[in-house]
Structure formats: structure tokens, C-alpha cells
């Protein structure tokens, strides 16, 4: 199939979702824009506030942190709330919390303000795939999770080019200070965040049907523990390496090369119309050389480009190996994720994902913590080799583990 006939086929199905589906959509589009006014500005306005990155890394990884506390629980609310109110409940909650958050920077209280953040938003995001499968018929359903991705991607080009530019057009017609400009900018985020909830209350409830096989039995329990094992080995060792630089990427630019936030922003957004480009790509390749091999080439392609980023003093090689690093990285993460519902049992699917994402969360929360205080008394060169080791050990680990097991399917 042509690349017009797969577009015309793909917009066609788009066309055929449900009313629930296209206002989640919205929702997530309306999101995904305010968060990435945070993405861009937000660790810019905490050291503009005269915080140092250590105590920045401690803000950025409790939100994670609550993500591996609260999963269980809040999946369990999710199922009893129905999706609906689950996501209204995380989303008015998370837009709240992140006004707070642009109204102080003062350490302690941006600490709990980051833990209840990740609460709210881990409630949102546990809902969404459930939502999606209960509100999409088989033959459109990968497309509507495929859609969902690219719409979060097309609200983060818009939303980062709108954040970099902001605080620049604000100074200059107010007059005010960068850190003004920085709160006004993520205040303005946090409203657009805010209105997701327009769409959230249209949604039409979908009946639920009580079903005792929704509960863990301790036997799928085991189950997906034993399943689980190798994919969380190597899910901790990427969590690890990213937690160790994505939440900094805005502060690497700002302090080692002064990028302003128009920069950045630009930068983010550029990174996300790759990452689009490469996800299309993906399937393709992972057809072509085997969903294993995919994933091993992408990751070990991406860690000339981690080194590059640690020792470049040249501002658009950095942005090159920047841009380079995002998408080989996503191009991966959907086939490894399809790769893993294939060869874990049918009973043990969400219990494995659960698993897995958790600890890919948990090894980032930890090493962002590490991160900032590494940056604060060593620089920023130290954070991006360490991260390149982290993504070889997953990535080797990935090929022994799997590539046999794949040849035999």
C-alpha cells in the first residue's frame, strides 16, 4: 500500500469513531498542550525561583514515585468509578495542582505538590487504554491508540512552540521580569489544561457490566510475575537511563549553551515532528527485520548520539543528536510494548504491563532524584554516558532474552 492509500484508509477509520472516542481525543489534545508548557519552562522558572537542579531533580521524581504507590489503587478506583469520572477527578485535580505549582517556589511545598500531580495523573492515564478499548469496535481499534499517540505528539509541537515563545512576547509588551513571564506562561497552560474537562463531562458513560474476572487471582498473579521477568530486567535499566536526562533536556540547553525559552521550545518541537516521523516508520522495519532486532538497532543506534550530547560544546550538533536520541528511542518503545503483549499469555497481558511499567517508573523516579544532584556538583556530561551504558545493558539484555524466542514464534 502507498503511503496515500494507507493515509486515506487511516483517515477513513478515524472518521468511523465513536462520539466517547473523538471527545477523548479532545480531551488528550487539550492535555497534552498544557503539559508541554511545563516540558519547556517549567524547571527554567523553578531556577529562575533559585532553586538548584538537586532539589529540582527531588520535585520532577515524585510525581513517578506516586505513580508506583498509587497504580494499584487508583486502577481499582478506575474500575469502580467507571472512566468518565475517573478522568474528570484526574484531570480537574491535575490542572489544580499544577496552577499551585506556578504560584510557589518555595522547596517543600512544590515536593507535595509533585507527589499529588503524579496521584492525578496516574488515575487519568490508567483509564485511558480501558476507556479506549470500551469505546472503539476490533477493526478500528489500533488506530484509535495509534491516533491518541499522534495527537499528544501534534499537541506537544504546538504546545512547545507556544511555550518557547510566550515568555520573550510577554516581557516585551508588559515589561515584566523572565520569572514573571515564566508563571504567567504556566498558569496559561494550566487553564488550557483546565478546559480538557469541557469534553470529559460530554462523554456518554458506558454501562458497566459487573465481571468477577476482572480481579487478580493470585494464579495470574504469578503468572505475570514469572512473565514479567525479563521485560522488567530490561524496562529498570531504560527507565534508569532516561530519568537520568529527559527531565533536564530544557536546563542542558539553558545552562550549557544559553538557549533562551524560544530555543528550547523550537528544539522540543522539532524533536516531536522526528519522533512522529520515525513512529510511522517503525512497524515497517520491525515487519521487515523482526520486532527484536528493531528494538536492539534503534537503542544501540541512539547511544553515539547520548555520548554526543554529553561532550558537545557546538550548539546545533547537540540539537542534532538531540532530535537523533528522541526518535530512535520512540521509534522502539511501541514495538518492544507490542512485542511483549505477543509472547505474555493472555491472562497475564495487563498484569505484565502493570508490572513492567512500574518498574520502568520506579528506576526513573530514583535516578532523576540522582540526576540533579550529579548535575549540580559535576556538570551535565556525567548524567548522558551513564545513560548510554543504562540503554546498552537494556538493549543486549533485550537481544539475549528474546531474539530465539522470537525466531521460534
Known sequence: MTIVGFLVNYFKLAGRFSRNAKLYLLSTFLISVGFSFYGVLFNLYLTEGGLQEGIIGSILSLSGLALVITALPAGILSDRLG??????????????????RALTVNGPGLLSLSFLGGIASTLYVL??????????????RTHLFSASFAVMLMAGIAGNLAAGELPGLVMNIFGISIFTAYRFALLLGSGIFLTALWPLFKISETPKVPDESNLISLKRLVQGFKAAAGFVWCNLWIGLGAGLVIPFFNLYFAKRFGASSSQIGLYFSVSQIFTLAAVLVGPALAKRFGKVKTVVAMELLSLPFLISLGAEKVLYIAVLSFWMRASLMQMSSPISSAFMMEVVPDGARATVNSIATMAWTLSWTFSTA???WAMQHYGYAMPYYLTAGCYAVSAISFYLLYNRKERRR
Open 127 to 140: 483509564s485511558a487504554a480501558p476507556f479506549m478499548m470500551e469505546n472503539s469496535r476490533p477493526e478500528e
Open 370 to 372: 540522582f540526576s540533579g
Open 83 to 100: 472512566r468518565k469520572k475517573a478522568m474528570i477527578i484526574g484531570t480537574l485535580a491535575g490542572a489544580l495542582l499544577s496552577i499551585f
